[in-house]
Nanobody
């Protein structure tokens, strides 16, 4: 059973910073891309940052320059450092990973339960 568990969300003032963490656990053979998505009320879920197994990263234009995504392959974790946060960054942030479970020849997309980030004074 593969699981992703996020942590690190919360309430922060505009201009503040937060660091989100996501841990993958279970019977895992390989983790490919890992990333973060967000979904604001009344809006579709959108990708904000991705890091592939080589370490190469990509970011949403709306948050570029304010985000740093990183991963620790040994710990099976992915992190998202968010700086200069704005009220419009308020959303539920979800961890996503493409994971090949042990004993399987195919990789699947897994999602965490989400963590709320609220940017407000």
């Amino acid at each position: 059973q593969v699981q992703l568990v996020e942590s690190g969300g919360g309430l922060v003032q505009p201009g503040g910073s937060l660091r989100l963490s996501c841990a993958a656990s279970g019977s895992i053979s390989r983790i490919n891309a890992m990333g973060w998505y967000r979904q604001a009320p009344g809006k579709q879920r959108e990708s904000v940052a991705t890091v592939i197994s080589s370490g190469s990263t990509s970011y949403a234009d709306s948050m570029k320059g304010r985000l740093t995504i990183s991963r620790d392959n040994a710990k099976k974790m992915v992190y998202l450092q968010m700086n200069s946060l704005k009220p419009e960054d308020t959303a539920v942030y979800y961890c996503n990973a493409n994971i090949q479970p042990r004993g399987y020849s195919t990789a699947y997309d897994y999602w965490g339960q989400g963590t709320q980030v609220t940017v407000s004074s």
